[in-house]
C-alpha cells in the first residue's frame, strides 16, 4: 500500500525566512499530492495541492514542486511570518483515499 | 467554519459509557471519512463512505460504530473505549472521486478522553 513520509518532524524558522517541508511516497500510481495546515485546536484545512501531471505549482507565498520519477514533494514557504506556525501535513492519494505524512511542527519566530 | 461540522467539540467518558460523535456537512459532497489522531502518529483513517455506503473499514475495533444515515450526515457511535483510544476524531467530506483544489475538507474535530 501507499507510505508517506514526512521530514523535519519539527522546524523552527525566524520570521522572514522561508521554510521547506519534504515528503516521500512509495506507490508510482499516486496522483494527487494535497497540503494540508492544521492550528491548534482545528482540524486540517487544504492549503495548497499538485496533480502528477505539474511540476510547480505556486499560490502567493506557498509553493509546491513534485519530482514524479524521485517520487518526492515538497511544500515551500518564503517570507514567513509568525502566523505560519502550525502543523503541516503532506499527503499521496491512490484511487481517491489519502494517505497523510507523520506531520511537521513549524514555529515561526518573530 | 469549513462546512463541515462535528459535535461536541470535546467529551470526557468513562470506559463502560456509550456515547456518539456527530459530523454535519454542508458541501454537497458525496464522501464522508472518520479519522483517528494521535500525538506522534499519522492520521489514521477508520471509515469511508461513499454515497451513504461504507467503502472502507480500516481494521477498526467494533467498540467503534459508524453510521451514515444521509451524505450529510455521519455518526461514530463509542463503547466500552479504553484509555488508548483518547485522540482527536476529525470527520471529513469530499467529492468522490476528488476534486483538484478541494480534496478533503475536515471539521474541528472532537477532542475524547476515555478515563
Known amino acids: 500500500g501507499e507510505n508517506v513520509e514526512q521530514h523535519p518532524s519539527t522546524l523552527s524558522v525566524q520570521e522572514g525566512d522561508s521554510a521547506v517541508i519534504k515528503c516521500t511516497y512509495s506507490?508510482?500510481?499516486?496522483?494527487?499530492f494535497p497540503w494540508y495546515k492544521q492550528e491548534l485546536g482545528k482540524g486540517p484545512q487544504l492549503i495548497i495541492d499538485i496533480r502528477s501531471n505539474v511540476g510547480e505549482k505556486k499560490d502567493q507565498r506557498i509553493a509546491v514542486t513534485l519530482n514524479k520519477t524521485a517520487k518526492h514533494f515538497s511544500l515551500h514557504i518564503t517570507e514567513t511570518q509568525p502566523e505560519d506556525s502550525a502543523v503541516y501535513f503532506c499527503?499521496?492519494?491512490?484511487?481517491?483515499?489519502?494517505?497523510f505524512g507523520t506531520g511537521t511542527r513549524l514555529q515561526v519566530f518573530p | 467554519e469549513t462546512g463541515v461540522t462535528q459535535t461536541p467539540r470535546h467529551l470526557v467518558m468513562g470506559m463502560t459509557n456509550k456515547k456518539s460523535l456527530k459530523c454535519e456537512q454542508h458541501?454537497?459532497?458525496?464522501?464522508m471519512y472518520w479519522y483517528k489522531q494521535s500525538a506522534k502518529k499519522p492520521l489514521e483513517l477508520m471509515f469511508v463512505y461513499s454515497l451513504e455506503e461504507r467503502v472502507e473499514n480500516n481494521s477498526v475495533p467494533s467498540r467503534f460504530s459508524p453510521e451514515c444515515p444521509n451524505s450529510s450526515h455521519l455518526f461514530l457511535h463509542l463503547h466500552t473505549l479504553q484509555p488508548e483510544d483518547s485522540a482527536l476524531y476529525l470527520c471529513?467530506?469530499?467529492?468522490?472521486?476528488?476534486?483538484?483544489?478541494?480534496?478533503?475538507?475536515f471539521g474541528s474535530g472532537t477532542r475524547l478522553t476515555v478515563v
Open positions: 458541501l454537497g459532497h458525496n464522501a
Open positions: 499527503a499521496a492519494t491512490l484511487t481517491d483515499k489519502l494517505i
Open positions: 471529513a467530506s469530499s467529492q468522490d472521486p476528488l476534486e483538484v483544489g478541494y480534496g478533503y475538507t
Open positions: 506507490d508510482s500510481a499516486s496522483n494527487y
